[in-house]
């Protein structure tokens, strides 16, 4: 249907609640320098009971594609999924050479391997039992490094400049881009 699909499904859950771990420690080891290192931990966000909308280009075509059976009832069922949020490794020095400017680096790594696959399961409500068997969808994120660098100079009481930059790696390999969060 030129750049209209004929039918799209939208998903939609809320997580249940995951505990994790996070953990920081900073040192001012002198007035001029300062250092940090902070650990976020793993979690598994789990959708256990999520819905699903279809959308149909037209009544027409919901009318034909429900009565040739080809497409299932994905919005009378439920589905669920899981995804992890990676551990975070974080490391940092603060560097003041006078007393208006400042200077901060910091490195930080992320374990976005966690990430392998999507596999996401469309259930009928009542028996839980599988309507749709949709593909893994294969990830195979790769773990990343971001690297910022940044400085202020404190003009005035009430006047901060600051400026800086950085540099985050993409965990996706270019045979798997896709348009999800983090491609």
Do not use: C
């Amino acid at each position: 249907a030129g750049d209209h699909a004929l039918l799209s499904a939208k998903l939609a859950g809320d997580a249940q609640v995951a505990v994790g771990v996070n953990v920081g420690i900073m040192w001012d080891v002198h007035e001029q320098w300062t250092f940090g290192f902070n650990y976020r931990s793993r979690l598994n966000m789990k959708v256990k009971k999520g819905t699903a909308e279809m959308n149909y280009l037209s009544p027409e075509i919901k009318q034909v594609m429900s009565a040739t059976g080809l497409i299932p009832r994905l919005d009378e069922g439920t589905f669920n999924a899981e995804l992890p949020l990676p551990t975070n490794l974080t490391w940092a020095v603060a560097f003041r050479p006078a007393e208006k400017w400042e200077f901060a680096v910091d490195l930080q790594y992320v374990l976005w391997s966690a990430y392998d696959k999507l596999d996401v399961k469309i259930l009928e409500r009542s028996s839980n039992t599988p309507v749709l068997n949709i593909p893994v969808s294969d990830k195979k994120y790769s773990n990343t490094l971001a690297f910022r660098f940044g400085g202020q100079y404190h003009a005035l009481d009430w006047l901060t400049a600051r400026m800086g930059i950085y540099v985050d790696e993409s965990p996706v390999r270019s045979d798997y881009l896709n348009p999800e969060t983090p491609s």
